[in-house]
């Protein structure tokens, strides 16, 4: 049965060219979607496509002007009763920051997968087919809906929560946690771990087009008090710590912390670890802070930057909203 996919491109390695089959360098975002989907259109694969440019751009540089244009594209493909499901081709770099922000404001009604490639379009090796096709598997595939947003990388489908890069090189550069995987694809086959999760098919959250300023603050030896100040200067209204361990900082700068949360800053405890739960310590009621439990920073950054953004300010709200993502 042929799948009717919507395509919305980003950009990425996925979309680079390199000028040479064995170069190292190349530049990012270099193919646009009607050249990549009739490139595609030679693997055969039982789908009929729409392609959409939303930008084509490394990966590095998306942000909210992206995000903003990405969200209503997909939210439009959705509404279309003749789309089976969405494909957003992204950069590696950040693509799990954009499918946990999709994840969090997107019904889940229908598939939607983010899919990548670690080599460009002209590399030997490329992976970017390979990924593109599995992407399509999984977006025709009618057992995908109801997980949320889906990653497919290097014959993999990861749930956009658990999904990390955690290698710069190499075809198997991601990898879940705490979930490793949620099924295994290949072009021709699909199989899932296990049932679709999400029970309540509406977006956990309300789409926003401006979100608050939140910072990351990446925690190491030596750190001290004056350095956590300059870096939170006065408007920050939320910040994560990429703590050492499960989230711990010096006591200087936990002090600094405490201060600045008394003055209305929310604090949220991750770790720079890259694998492992933070939870909450008996520390935390009395300074106010917030454990990320099984994300890592920079997914804890979009948690809390929706929750501020909806009005959540008390600590043991945000705690909740960070036990049950």
Not at 11 to 28: L, M, N, P
Not at 51 to 56: K, T
Not at 292 to 306: F, G, T, V
Request: aromatic fraction near 6%.
């Amino acid at each position: 049965m042929t799948s009717r996919i919507t395509v919305l491109a980003t950009g990425g390695t996925i979309a680079g060219i390199a000028g040479s089959a064995i170069a190292k360098d190349y530049v990012a975002g270099q193919i646009d979607i009607e050249a990549y989907l009739e490139q595609v259109g030679g693997l055969g694969l039982e789908a009929e496509f729409s392609g959409r440019q939303i930008a084509n751009i490394d990966s590095a540089d998306i942000g909210p002007e992206v995000w903003n244009a990405l969200h209503p594209a997909v939210m439009e493909a959705l509404a279309d009763e003749s789309c089976q499901g969405v494909i957003v081709t992204h950069g590696t770099d950040t693509l799990e920051e954009t499918a946990f922000l999709l994840d969090l404001t997107l019904p889940a009604s229908k598939p939607v997968v983010l899919v990548g490639a670690m080599r460009p379009a002209d590399a030997v090796g490329y992976d970017g087919l390979r990924n593109f096709a599995n992407a399509v598997r999984v977006a025709g595939d009618r057992q995908a809906a109801g997980r949320g947003v889906l990653v497919v990388m290097g014959d993999r489908v990861f749930g956009a929560r658990d999904v990390r890069k955690v290698r710069t090189r190499g075809t198997d550069a991601f990898r879940g946690f705490p979930r490793e995987s949620v099924g295994l694809v290949t072009p021709a086959s699909l199989e899932w771990f296990g049932a679709p999760w999400r029970v309540d098919a509406s977006a956990q959250f309300a789409w926003q087009d401006e979100l608050p300023d939140v910072g990351i603050l990446f925690a190491h030896a030596g750190l001290d008090a004056a350095s956590v100040a300059r870096f939170l200067g006065e408007d920050m209204r939320g910040v994560v710590v990429a703590g050492v361990g499960e989230g711990n900082m010096s006591e200087a700068v936990r002090q600094e912390l405490v201060a600045r949360r008394k003055q209305g800053l929310r604090v949220v405890r991750a770790s720079r670890a890259d694998e492992g739960l933070v939870d909450r310590e008996p520390e935390d009621d009395g300074n106010g802070f917030v454990a990320a439990r099984a994300l890592n920073p920079q997914k804890a950054r979009i948690l809390l930057q929706l929750l501020i953004a909806h009005g959540v300010d008390d600590p043991a709200a945000i705690q909740r909203a960070f036990d049950g993502s």
